[in-house]
C-alpha cells in the first residue's frame, strides 16, 4: 500500500507544480506535514543531494523519499511520475498551434509569478532551515545560539567568491558544490 501512497503523493506533486524542482518544495513540505514521511532537516538534505547530482531536482527528490520511505521498490513507485511527461507533450504539441492565442499567452504570462513566488517560498525555507537555529535558541534562550555561525560565514564566503572575486566569479558552480561538501564534511 505504502507503494501506491508514494506514487500517487508524486504524482499528485508532478501534476501542479509548475515552474520546475524547486517549485514542487511547498508540495513537498506539506507532503511532510501529511505523512510523516520526513523531517524538514531531511528535505534540506535532499535538496542538497538532490542539487549536486545529475538529473531534475524533482526527479531526484522523489526517487530520494521513496528510497528512505519503502526502499528500492518505494524509489521506484515514487518516481514513475508521469504527468510531467503527458502535461509536456500534451503542452509540446498544442503550444505551437496556440501560441499566438492572447489566452494561452496570458495563461503563461500569469504562471511566471506564481512559479517565482512558488520558488521564492522554497528557497526562503531552505535558508531557514540552513542557517537559522530555532530549537538551540529556544532551549538556551541565547541570542547567539539562533543562527548557524559557521553556515552563514560559509555562505558569505561563497557570495563573495561567487561575485566579487573576479578570479573565482566564473568558475563552475561545481566547484563550489564539492567545495562546500568538503568544508561541510570538515568544519560541521
Known amino acids: 500500500m505504502i507503494y501506491l501512497r508514494l506514487f500517487w503523493e508524486f504524482f ?3 501534476l501542479f507544480s ?4 524547486l517549485a514542487t518544495l511547498p508540495f513537498i513540505y506539506d507532503m511532510s506535514d501529511r505523512t510523516g514521511w520526513f523531517s524538514y532537516q531531511q528535505i534540506a538534505d535532499m535538496i542538497a543531494v538532490s542539487e549536486s547530482t545529475p538529473g531534475p531536482i524533482g526527479v531526484n527528490t522523489a526517487t530520494y523519499v521513496g528510497y ?8 521506484l513507485a515514487a518516481t514513475l511520475v508521469t504527468p510531467d511527461i503527458i502535461i509536456i507533450l ?14 494561452v499567452d496570458h495563461a503563461f504570462y ?5 512559479s517565482a513566488g512558488l520558488i521564492a517560498a ?4 531552505v535558508v531557514m532551515l540552513a542557517l537559522v ?5 529556544k532551549a538556551s534562550g541565547n541570542i547567539l545560539d539562533l543562527f548557524s555561525w559557521k553556515g552563514l ?5 561563497i557570495w563573495v567568491l561567487t561575485n566579487l572575486v573576479k578570479k573565482t566569479k566564473d568558475l563552475h558552480p561545481i566547484f563550489y558544490i564539492a567545495a562546500s561538501a568538503v568544508v561541510g564534511i570538515l568544519a560541521f
Open 90 to 103: 500534451i503542452i509540446a504539441s498544442c503550444l505551437k498551434k496556440f501560441r499566438e492565442n492572447r489566452f
Open 68 to 75: 528512505i520511505t519503502g526502499g528500492l521498490p518505494g524509489a
Open 12 to 14: 499528485k506533486t508532478g
Open 110 to 114: 500569469g504562471l511566471r509569478p506564481a
Open 133 to 137: 537555529r530555532e530549537d538551540a535558541f
Open 153 to 157: 560565514a560559509l555562505a558569505a564566503v
Open 122 to 125: 522554497a528557497g526562503f525555507s
Open 18 to 21: 509548475v515552474g520546475g524542482g
